[in-house]
């Protein structure tokens, strides 16, 4: 994100350079044009005052010639030399007949200058050209040293015309003025474009810079999210209506964020109660799936597992994968139905309460007991040999011969016993059906024996 100072002062300094250069750029072509007035009219100048000279000498010349007096005429046109013009020094004078040829000229040396500068195109064509012409003419050119000359001419007329002034002057004074005013001007130049493009700057300061920097900086703190940050500007030029506009969708963006907050907050709370109201329903939903697979697989008379339960629990277990023994107790309660019928089915529900409830507590814990049917119980007792197993059907059978059946159902039972039979896997049977099946029939044993008995499975011999 782009910092307000860099903001400040890339804007600031182009302003200030797109101010003093068109300040200068300005201020330069009109000090040009200026300069090239000024210089036309000091070159005009120069031209009227060497005019003007000759033209002071030209009467005087005239009566000179008239009188033949050619030595007078050259001392006229040596004090003229030696005097000179104002702001230009004159280099040499001369006298020229109408054939152009010299009839008197200046004692100093550098009228040989002048020849020899000149020479040619004074006798060439601006000779010919002064002597025929009824006005004044001039030429600049530069001699071999360098040296930038005026060359004027003047008709030398007193009456008649008796000839023709031809001077040499030096521009050297008047192109050192002209160096200076140039100079001059150009600092003038550089010296207001900086100051007005200071003063620029400053203006443009206030009335651009600072608006700007405003809208900068709240735009920059509302993207950091502190949406209250207003301009504050209240101007009535265009940067003052952009602040204004800019501060009013500010607002509207607060208040919609405001608002929108208010929607996500209002609803995650109904998002939330829904979680919990679902949470509940899936608690409920799990207790009672659990309480119905309780119940599926639970006697309900008796509260132990059910013979479903049973089945498969001997099937996952007697499996050709599974190892250790198992064994599996079958248990019958004797003459149950004779109780039945002398007591009712109600005392009767009562007793296979209490016989399950003794049979529990004479397992232990990894073992499985399950109402197989009627008056009749299963359980399964994993990892455990036949020897064991017996040990553990005798202290059942002990403890429900030795319970007192009376107290618990109130009624007249007198003692009950139960009959067991036995069967261990893989001693006695290899599969789980094999091993039902002879656990029943040691059971069948016990009951032919007299019951009140636990039997093992043994094969018939031959």
């Given at each position: 994100?782009?910092?307000?100072?860099?903001?400040?002062s890339?804007?600031?300094l182009?302003?200030?350079?797109?101010?003093?250069?068109?300040?200068?750029?300005?201020i330069?072509?009109?000090?040009?044009?200026?300069?090239?007035?000024?210089?036309?009219?000091?070159?005009?100048?120069?031209?009227?005052?060497?005019?003007?000279?000759?033209?002071?000498?030209?009467?005087?010349?005239?009566?000179?010639?008239?009188?033949?007096?050619?030595?007078?005429?050259?001392?006229y046109?040596?004090?003229?030399?030696?005097?000179?013009?104002?702001?230009?020094?004159?280099?040499?004078?001369?006298?020229?007949?109408?054939?152009?040829?010299?009839?008197?000229?200046?004692?100093?040396?550098?009228?040989?200058?002048?020849?020899?500068?000149?020479?040619?195109?004074?006798?060439?064509?601006?000779?010919?050209?002064?002597?025929?012409?009824?006005?004044?003419?001039?030429?600049?050119?530069?001699?071999?040293?360098?040296?930038?000359?005026?060359?004027?001419?003047?008709?030398?007329?007193?009456?008649?015309?008796?000839?023709?002034?031809?001077?040499?002057f030096?521009?050297?004074?008047?192109?050192r003025?002209?160096?200076?005013?140039?100079?001059?001007?150009?600092?003038?130049?550089?010296?207001?474009?900086?100051?007005?493009?200071?003063?620029?700057?400053?203006?443009?300061?206030?009335?651009?810079v600072?608006?700007?920097?405003?809208?900068?900086?709240?735009?920059?703190?509302?993207?950091?999210?502190?949406?209250?940050?207003?301009?504050?500007?209240?101007?009535?030029?265009?940067?003052?209506?952009?602040?204004?506009?800019?501060?009013?969708?500010?607002?509207?963006?607060?208040?919609?964020?405001?608002?929108?907050?208010?929607?996500?907050?209002?609803?995650?709370?109904?998002?939330?109660?829904?979680?919990?109201?679902?949470?509940?329903?899936?608690?409920?939903?799990?207790?009672?799936?659990?309480?119905?697979?309780?119940?599926?697989?639970?006697?309900?008379?008796?509260?132990?597992?059910?013979?479903?339960?049973?089945?498969?629990?001997?099937?996952?277990r007697?499996?050709?994968?599974?190892t250790g023994?198992?064994?599996?107790?079958?248990?019958?309660?004797?003459?149950?139905k004779?109780?039945?019928?002398?007591?009712?089915?109600?005392?009767?529900?009562?007793?296979?309460?209490?016989?399950?409830?003794?049979?529990?507590?004479?397992?232990?814990?990894?073992?499985?007991?399950?109402?197989?049917?009627g008056?009749?119980?299963?359980?399964?007792?994993?990892?455990?040999?036949a020897?064991?197993?017996?040990?553990?059907?005798?202290?059942?059978r002990?403890?429900?011969?030795?319970?007192?059946?009376?107290?618990s159902?109130?009624?007249?039972?007198?003692?009950?016993?139960?009959?067991?039979?036995?069967?261990?896997?893989p001693?006695?049977?290899?599969?789980?059906?094999?091993?039902?099946?002879?656990?029943?029939?040691?059971?069948?044993?016990?009951?032919?024996?007299?019951?009140?008995?636990v039997?093992?499975?043994?094969?018939?011999?031959?």
């Open positions: 994100m782009i910092g307000i100072a860099a903001i400040r890339r804007i600031g182009r302003l200030a350079l797109l101010a003093a250069g068109t300040l200068f750029i300005a330069a072509v009109g000090g040009a044009i200026t300069v090239r007035i000024v210089e036309s009219a000091y070159r005009e100048e120069a031209r009227t005052r060497a005019a003007a000279l000759l033209g002071t000498l030209s009467v005087p010349c005239a009566i000179t010639v008239a009188m033949h007096a050619l030595d007078q005429l050259d001392g046109l040596t004090e003229v030399t030696r005097v000179g013009g104002e702001h230009m020094h004159v280099l040499a004078v001369a006298m020229l007949d109408a054939d152009s040829h010299v009839l008197a000229r200046s004692e100093t040396g550098t009228f040989t200058e002048l020849r020899a500068a000149a020479r040619a195109e004074l006798d060439a064509d601006f000779a010919r050209r002064a002597v025929q012409s009824p006005d004044a003419l001039w030429r600049e050119q530069v001699s071999p040293e360098g040296k930038r000359l005026l060359l004027v001419s003047m008709p030398t007329v007193s009456g008649l015309r008796w000839g023709t002034l031809v001077a040499a030096d521009l050297g004074d008047l192109d003025q002209l160096s200076e005013l140039k100079f001059l001007l150009t600092g003038l130049a550089l010296g207001l474009a900086g100051a007005l493009g200071l003063l620029l700057y400053v203006g443009l300061s206030r009335l651009v600072r608006p700007v920097r405003a809208l900068a900086t709240a735009a920059e703190l509302i993207a950091r999210g502190q949406l209250q940050a207003r301009t504050g500007l209240q101007r009535g030029d265009e940067l003052g209506r952009l602040a204004q506009v800019f501060d009013a969708m500010a607002s509207e963006i607060e208040l919609s964020t405001q608002a929108l907050e208010q929607k996500v907050q209002e609803r995650t709370a109904e998002v939330e109660k829904k979680s919990r109201e679902l949470a509940d329903v899936n608690a409920a939903l799990h207790s009672a799936n659990t309480e119905l697979a309780r119940l599926a697989s639970t006697d309900a008379l008796t509260n132990v597992k059910n013979r479903r339960h049973f089945s498969t629990t001997i099937e996952r007697i499996t050709p994968q599974q023994t198992t064994t599996l107790l079958m248990f019958d309660v004797d003459h149950f004779a109780l039945n019928d002398r007591l009712g089915h109600p005392v009767g529900d009562l007793i296979l309460r209490d016989i399950a409830h003794i049979l529990q507590v004479g397992l232990r814990t990894t073992d499985t007991l399950s109402r197989y049917g008056e009749e119980f299963a359980a399964i007792l994993v990892d455990t040999d020897i064991q197993g017996l040990e553990i059907a005798e202290r059942i002990s403890a429900v011969a030795t319970y007192d059946f009376d107290h159902t109130g009624h007249p039972v007198g003692p009950m016993t139960v009959s067991v039979g036995l069967a261990n896997c001693q006695d049977a290899q599969d789980y059906e094999q091993l039902i099946a002879r656990s029943d029939q040691a059971l069948y044993q016990a009951k032919a024996r007299g019951r009140n008995r039997e093992r499975f043994v094969a018939a011999t031959s």
